[in-house]
């Protein structure tokens, strides 16, 4: 059995999902309120790690210094995952085997895991550099960020609809 497979089947067992699905059909409005906070968290991520990432790359907001722009802005990208975290996981309990098994779910996992990793170089080389000059790498790491976040984006609305992705008559 795959670390997946794995995963999902002790996810499945365990009292963490009969919590979550307790909690996801008792609490009255929790998916929805639920769902709309997490948009609202990948709102927030989307739109400071995206104008960091443009800024970077000289195409928004020239008058700002990239390096405090990061200072300012990165904080909300840090809050707004956590609270896509703690907002995403009672849905990944109710239904590993959903997400796990989910090769669109694996795409959203990789493209984040590289989003994060981007946003925390970057917010390192803000606190260390204080040159005019942006280098190269970090141009790299901006668009490496930005194609991550928008991967992200894209297969966490894809999850739902991965039937119609890997469509079979049968």
């Known amino acids: 059995m795959r670390p997946n497979e794995l995963l999902a089947q002790s996810l499945a067992e365990s009292s963490l999902r009969d919590g979550a699905i307790w909690l996801l059909s008792n609490v009255p409005g929790l998916p929805p309120i639920t769902q709309s906070i997490h948009i609202l968290g990948v709102a927030a991520v ?3 790690s995206v104008l960091i990432d443009l800024r970077l790359l000289g195409l928004a907001v020239p008058s700002q210094e990239p390096s405090a722009m990061i200072r300012r802005l ?11 975290l703690v907002t995403g996981l009672p849905f990944l309990l109710a239904r590993p085997y959903r997400y796990f ?9 990789v493209g984040l895991l590289i989003a994060v990793a981007a946003s925390w170089m970057l917010h390192r080389w803000a606190r260390s550099d204080r040159s005019e000059r942006i280098p190269l790498g970090v141009r790299v790491l901006a668009v490496m ?9 894209f297969a966490g609305r894809w999850i739902a609809y991965v039937d119609y992705l890997f469509w079979s008559e049968g």
């Not at 098994?101 to 996992?109: E, R």
């Not at 960020?145 to 984006?153: G, I, M, R, T």
């Open 46 to 48: 989307m739109a400071s």
């Open 74 to 84: 990165q904080p909300w990208t840090w809050v707004a995952l956590a609270v896509n």
């Open 101 to 109: 098994l989910n090769p669109i779910f694996g795409a959203k996992v």
């Open 145 to 153: 960020s930005l194609l991550a976040w928008v991967l992200v984006v």
